[in-house]
């Protein structure tokens, strides 16, 4: 799973919008801010040719994360799973004593956002969770501490 870059089919589309933006209008105005502060003349004091410089740095750095990640990515959405075990692209219920349940999707680590209700199934969490089934009681190592759940469903 090292190389593979698990997404969701809605959060490769934001990807894909953010790597189109970077590919064109944010490369636009940076090179028009480049061709500006060239023409105010002698380069070596010139603040904003010094920040369009970093700003061209960390936009063509981003491009080529983004066409790395997205060469090898896989939807998973589409994926096979098996019914009631835990895997990536799964809704998973679960519960620890004495609190209400919880809801989380298992999602690659580009995509996790848990106050979205997506875990990453490389955090502590999602890895405990990782190929456990319906009705498993699973211990994870948090940052807070150890937390053990039950998991109720599985979609």
């Given at each position: 799973?090292?190389?593979?870059?698990?997404?969701?089919?809605?959060?490769?589309?934001?990807?894909?919008?953010?790597?189109?933006?970077?590919?064109?209008?944010?490369?636009?105005?940076i090179a028009k801010?480049?061709?500006f502060a060239i023409?105010?003349?002698?380069?070596?004091?010139?603040?904003?040719?010094?920040?369009?410089?970093?700003?061209?740095?960390?936009?063509?750095?981003?491009?080529?994360?983004?066409?790395?990640?997205?060469?090898?990515?896989?939807?998973?959405?589409?994926?096979?799973?098996?019914?009631?075990?835990?895997?990536?692209?799964?809704?998973?219920?679960?519960?620890?004593?004495?609190?209400?349940?919880?809801?989380?999707?298992?999602?690659?680590?580009?995509?996790?956002?848990?106050?979205?209700?997506?875990?990453?199934?490389?955090?502590?969490?999602?890895?405990?969770?990782?190929?456990?089934?319906?009705?498993?009681?699973?211990?994870?190592?948090?940052?807070?501490?150890?937390?053990?759940?039950?998991?109720?469903?599985?979609?």
């Open positions: 799973m090292s190389d593979t870059t698990y997404l969701t089919a809605e959060g490769a589309a934001k990807l894909q919008e953010e790597l189109a933006n970077l590919k064109g209008p944010r490369r636009e105005e801010r480049l061709r023409e105010q003349g002698d380069l070596s004091e010139n603040a904003d040719y010094s920040a369009a410089k970093e700003d061209q740095s960390f936009v063509e750095g981003r491009i080529l994360e983004l066409e790395t990640l997205l060469a090898n990515v896989k939807i998973i959405d589409n994926m096979q799973r098996e019914q009631g075990v835990v895997n990536i692209g799964s809704t998973v219920t679960i519960q620890e004593e004495n609190f209400e349940p919880e809801e989380y999707m298992i999602v690659g680590s580009q995509e996790a956002d848990p106050f979205e209700g997506k875990i990453s199934y490389q955090s502590p969490i999602g890895s405990a969770l990782y190929l456990k089934r319906i009705g498993d009681v699973v211990t994870a190592e948090t940052p807070n501490g150890r937390i053990k759940f039950k998991i109720i469903e599985v979609k």
